[in-house]
């Protein structure tokens, strides 16, 4: 699958209440959990692929985790 069809779904891009806490804490982040994941993906610097059902984005030290079908944020961590 090529990455132009997440970016053309980034809209469609959303997560859950528990995501938005997991993902707050794992990234130590307060701002908005969507619209920073959304920026991740947008960054020309990121690594975007599909493995399976999600789609991967790292950027930096960070890799987000987003279900392919239905566009939920599922994670996102910093990488060791």
């Known amino acids: 699958m090529d990455k ?7 809209y469609k891009i959303h997560t859950t209440h528990l995501g938005i806490s997991r993902i707050k804490r794992n990234l130590g982040i307060e701002e ?14 990121s690594l975007i692929y599909r493995k399976g059902k999600n789609w991967y984005i790292e950027n930096g ?20």
Not at 4 to 10: A, D, F, G, T
Not at 63 to 70: D, P
């Open 4 to 10: 132009n069809e997440l970016l053309m779904n980034i």
């Open 32 to 45: 908005d959990v969507v619209e920073f994941c959304k920026n991740k993906v947008l960054d020309k610097k």
């Open 61 to 80: 030290a960070i890799k987000i985790t987003i279900n392919a079908t239905s566009y939920t944020i599922i994670t996102a961590h910093i990488i060791k």
